[in-house]
């Protein structure tokens, strides 16, 4: 009984891998296949020079077939006309021999056959054949023509193998060519018509034409080669400085952002490429060298405030709990350094929003009047030492951000205000030209230098870094006016004198 169960059991297991031995191969097979077959998708990639090679012999191969077409139809043509005109001859020839009998013709007839290599026929008015150069009687036909009026009139047959049945009615016999021309003429002698046709199987017109066809192969062949070769050649010469950009922008790294693309050579649009492959790493290298300048000039401008607190702090630790003079300066310097980090990071998100697009503009209908004098009020509140001077605020209407737009006038005010001695003014002018809302600041203060003045408006650069400093300033402030005109599609002009001033005009669309 045991041995029974044991055999059952082994003959499970054999049935049981019998069925998964062939589907595991079979699911294994399958990836395989499957896998080879992406693996080629993927590789599978013709380059510009096999695409650009392959369109030029299909175009070679298209002019080539049409100029074949062209050949073979004319030298077609010329053959088939030049058989005409010689079974023309032939007939004429013939007729000269006739002499008062139709038996006199046979001789020639037999002559010209042999020469010529054709078949001569005459036949009575009921089509029964009189005479052939034939040797095998049986087999000669008259060769009908169809109904069609054009066949009615011309004396000529031209018989291939779709039109065969119409000339032999009978069908009871089957030309051994299946292409030939017959020449059908009638002849009048004593009362009686008679027909001589001449047939013509074209056997070296069709070799001649067969020879035609292979030379135009062989010279087809030969220049789709020579194409093919060349145009490969060309292909990957021109090409060659694709690959040279190619493997210039690969080496390309941010630690390696001043290498550029080689732009020697020929005048053509490869080399505008390289022009505009540099011009744009010029910006890119322009640009992050700016982030770089941007990221480590906002860290310094960190340190210090995390610096002073920092000292603060630790002066507090030590022994400041206990005196309290020194407690009260450590803390109003702690909220001093904190409120100058506070505006500080308010101003790189500000420009970090600007930079990203997120800065909301919140367009309005406002008065630009009402917004100088709101901030000409606030400005003489705040400021006793300067003469705040108003000669022209014309009632304007605009459509701005009116937040903005009263940020960005404080900026250039205050910024006017710091690089002015005591004393001295600062003029606020609003009024209309060419369309334009002109807003200009301006002051008898320091002035600035004209190697200063094109980098004014560049994040934390100060002309006068001794002076911002001392005034709180962090080199942010006329970036973001810059920004917020900007945005407003509206433009900046800057004129400066060192020892004399400075003058700042605003020109804001109204919409």
Known sequence: MNNKNEIKSIIKQVLRLAIIIPKFIIVEIYKLITNGYKSFVKRLRFSITFK????FVLMIICFLLFLSLIIVGSFSFYLGYSAKLDMEKDNALI???LSGNIESIYDPIEKISTIKNRQISIFDENHKLIFSSESQKDKVLYYMKDNTPENTVDKYLFISGDNVDVHFPNNTITPSSRFFIVLDEDIKLDSKVYSIQTVDKLHNEFMYLGILLSGLGIISGLALINTFITGWKASKRVLKPVGTMSKTVKNITANALDTRINVSGSQDELKDLAHTFNSMLDRIQQSYEQQN???????????????VIQGYANLLDRWGKDDK?????SIAAIKSEAESMKGLIEQLLFLARGDKNTQKVEKIEFYMDELIDDII????????????????????????????IKEALRIFVDNSIKYTGHGGYVKINSFE????????IEDNGIGMSKEDLPHI????????KSRTKESGGTGLGLAIAKWIVMKHRGAIEVESKIGEGTKITVKLPKV
């Open 95 to 97: 007729k000269t021999y």
């Open 293 to 307: 300048q941007f990221v480590s000039d906002a860290s310094h401008e960190l340190r210090t405030p995390i610096a």
């Open 52 to 55: 650009i090679t392959t369109t």
């Open 377 to 404: 009020k606030e400005t003489r509140l705040i400021d006793e030492n300067h003469e705040i001077i108003n000669e022209r605020n014309e009632n304007l209407q605009i459509s701005a951000d009116r937040n903005l």
């Open 457 to 464: 408006f560049d994040r934390f650069y100060r002309a006068d």
């Open 433 to 440: 030209a060419y369309d334009k809302i002109i807003i200009s």
């Open 325 to 329: 003079e020194v407690l009260e300066e």
